[in-house]
């Protein structure tokens, strides 16, 4: 089954709005990691976070490692803001990210 | 400190040839790990390599290989290219466990 599920697939906001990109995940892990991809498929790291809260400017994250979901929240968007979210974990013992299927992000002026 | 590297950027390769493609990581970063990202299957994991030793492989065949050097850079290899195997091929680095960081790829078009 999904190990990895990210919501929703596709989201369209018009500029200043916010949002929230949802992950769950099937087990307990040791690395959780949010990502944009820039229209080149470079992966920017967005954040590292297994677990707790994190604030980046005007994107944060928190994750609930009990209860096995995080979320990546983007305030005042902006058209820089495009593009494909993901979230990937590495589960115990792994050695390699699981990626889930992405958001695509579209924010319109 | 430099980022990830990787080699060539872009490659255009005929049906039944092979392919190498070089990652170089981030200065004193130990582990590589490869990935390949198609529009079908989404980013699927190809392999990890710590001190020149593979610790995992992903589900794929036999003709995609790999290999790191002492210095940690790494090498992919994908013998008998076939036309599925045209993709976006991402490398990452990171010291051990925890937070990975990925090159910029290198586009592979097989015709």
């Known amino acids: 089954g999904i190990q990895v599920e990210q919501s929703p697939p596709d989201l369209i906001l018009q500029e200043g709005a916010n949002s929230t990109l949802r992950c769950n995940f099937s087990?307990?892990?040791?690395?959780l990691q949010w990502f944009h991809q820039n229209p080149w498929g470079q992966l920017i790291n967005l954040f590292y976070?297994?677990?707790g809260t994190k604030q980046n400017g005007r994107l944060s994250a928190t994750t609930v490692a009990t209860e096995r979901y995080s979320l990546l929240y983007i305030s005042s968007s902006q058209t820089t803001d495009s593009g494909v979210y993901f979230c990937?974990?590495?589960?115990?013992?792994?050695?390699?990210?699981?990626f889930g299927a992405g958001t695509t992000v579209t924010v319109r002026a | 400190k430099a980022g990830v590297t990787q080699t060539p950027r872009y490659l255009i390769k005929t049906r039944g040839q092979q392919v190498t493609l070089s990652c170089s990581p981030i200065?004193?970063?130990?582990?590589v790990s490869w990935y390949q990202q198609t529009p079908g299957q989404g980013l699927q994991f190809l392999f990890e390599?710590?001190?020149?030793?593979?610790?995992n492989k992903g589900n794929f065949p036999g003709r995609f290989s790999g290999r790191q050097f002492s210095n940690s850079r790494s090498e992919m290899n994908v013998s008998t290219l076939e036309l599925g195997d045209s993709a976006l091929y991402l490398c990452?680095?990171?010291?051990?466990?925890?937070?990975?960081?990925f090159g910029p790829g290198t586009r592979l078009t097989v015709t």
């Open positions: 990452a680095s990171s010291p051990d466990l925890g937070e990975q960081y």
């Open positions: 087990d307990s892990v040791n690395n």
């Open positions: 976070i297994p677990s």
């Open positions: 990937a974990v590495e589960w115990t013992n792994d050695y390699k990210l699981s």
């Open positions: 200065s004193g970063h130990r582990s």
């Open positions: 390599y710590f001190s020149e030793t593979q610790r």
